[in-house]
């Protein structure tokens, strides 16, 4: 017979090959570090410029970064940094190079499914470094207490108060709080009953904590994360004991509240990794979400959960539709929620394999132009980045075939490109539709200056 101390001891078993797997591929402080990007990546693939006239430039202007010869090689390597340097001082044929950016917020972007190994954890990562690499802040998002993205992103050593967890607690207890203090429902008239938050959650002073404190750097300079753990797998079991101490508490929507909070321009794109099931905190991640992209792989048994998947998340956000009228009518939160957007991605795609592509026409006949044109493809360069915990982007070429490498990049490129297209008039959409700054975002800003 096996008990939890069994179920203890395997796992630290497996932490410590886990600690020498991390060893492998992070720097020896255990630091996961980003490697410099070649001459050729930097013009062709990062700033799409022909090598002659990249190396045109570069000659021409001694103050711009000159990268760093490796011993071995002709070719120059630059950190991102001194990348998006390039991005900004170079201007071919008196172009920008600058991505675009309409005014505004972040735009949010949630990848979801409630099937495991759909590719959430690899869409979220590889479009998150895409978007660096073309010039983007972004801010990720683990809402997964499997926490992949975050060891992905080198963050293995995060306490649960920093995590989706600890902003949801300090919702609670700041929204309880906005409650008792209001006299009265704001569109009933009705009095909202006083709640009161028991010691053992606000003794722990998260309402303390300030909005950067759960905001943290990876190794990709333009890159933040919301990091997850394995501790805040508890979450479920917490936020439904919070939603009985305060069931005015419109516990969906605290991710949502805090991000409108960050400044308007420290961040241009935001991820969300999302767990695989429909619960409270991938409810926070829709909700908080301008659009869905939705990966699944491209076999029946994917198909029929990505159908489960989006009947229950329908029957979820209908649910959530009526009841919290009063507590939500001074915040951004509208309801029934609605997305600019819902997109679903194939991955791990063969384009030989016939059942595979019959399976993108099924996908294609029943959710038409919201099926992404381009899956991502199956690639053994990811499958082995994977086991890395690297992306693509992140993989230096010349540890693999160089041809492997680059179909599997291309194969992420045109997704992320594809993305792009698709996010771009919403996020417009978004900052037209922002207007002037709501108050708690003007006294937020007002504090942050102070
Ligand atoms: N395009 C691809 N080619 C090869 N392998 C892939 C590809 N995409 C994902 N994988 C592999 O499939 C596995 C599952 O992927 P991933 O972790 O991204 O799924 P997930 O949906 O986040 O899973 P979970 O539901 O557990 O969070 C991983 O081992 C990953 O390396
Ligand atoms: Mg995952």
Redo the contacts with the bound molecule.
Sequence with gaps: MLTHSDLREMQTRSLKMQGWIRQQTFSPENVKTLRRFSSWEVSELILGLNQSTFRGKMAADPTLPAGKVEPDGRQRWFTLDEVNTLRRKLRPRGKSLMPTRPGGRAFRTA?A?????????????HFAHAAALDGYRVLCVDF?P?A??SHSMGLTDVSEERTVWGIMARDLIRETEAQNAAPRGAASGTALPRRSIPGSITDLGLQDLRIADFIQPTNWPTIDLIPSCANAAFVEFASAQYRHLNPEWSFFAAVSRFLDQLPDDQWDLIFF????AIGYQSMNAVFAADMLYI?SGPGYWEYDSTTSFIGQLSEALEDLAHGFEDTLSAGKVTLPKAFHDVRFLL???EPGNDLHRAMQEAFGKVFGDKLAEHP????????Q???FLSSIYEMDYRDMTRETWRR?RA??DRAYAEFKATMLPHWQAVAAGQGTLPADKVAAKEEAEA
């Design positions: 990848i499914n409630f099937k495991g190994g759909a590719g959430k954890s690899t869409v979220a990562q997964d499997q992949t993205l990794d999302c767990p695989p990966p991955t791990r795609y991502i493809e199956m690639t053994r360069a990811v499958e980045s994977g086991r599997a194969s992420f």
